[in-house]
Nanobody, 125 residues
Framework: QVQLVESGGGLVQAGGSLRLSCAAS????????MGWFRQAPGKERDFVAG????????YYADSVKGRFTISRDNAKNTGYLQMNSLKPEDTGVYYC??????????????????WGQGTQVTVSS
């Protein structure tokens, strides 16, 4: 059973950048579809970005297209979410998720089996 641990969250001013990391253990992400979700206070956990296990296909929520980039380093068994041009509405707890042995997972929470504990991102105006 893979374990995921996010890091890199924090407080940043609007227009700034952060890079979130998702370190995997007890499993490898090289054969896993990965995703990032976020949850704002009082709201549902929404899809942000996803990547296929191979061929480097990525996909994003419309609200973050052109600003966020999902990537991974299989040698380090770590996924990343680079967030640029941050806006106050990007504030929330960010979670990474994975599905082992899966090429593509969708944009729903039910599409992913493994989850990290989340990291807080706060964007001030």
């Amino acid at each position: 059973q893979v374990q995921l641990v996010e890091s890199g969250g924090g407080l940043v001013q609007a227009g700034g950048s952060l890079r979130l990391s998702c370190a995997a253990s007890k499993g490898t992400i090289s054969s896993a579809a990965m995703g990032w979700f976020r949850q704002a206070p009082g709201k549902e956990r929404d899809f942000v970005a996803g990547s296929t296990s191979s061929y480097g296909r990525t996909y994003y929520a419309d609200s973050v297209k052109g600003r966020f980039t999902i990537s991974r380093d299989n040698a380090k068994n770590t996924g990343y979410l680079q967030m640029n041009s941050l806006k106050p509405e990007d504030t929330g707890v960010y979670y990474c998720a994975a599905s082992l042995g899966t090429y593509y997972s969708g944009t729903s929470r039910s599409d992913y089996k493994y989850w990290g504990q989340g990291t807080q991102v706060t964007v001030s105006s």
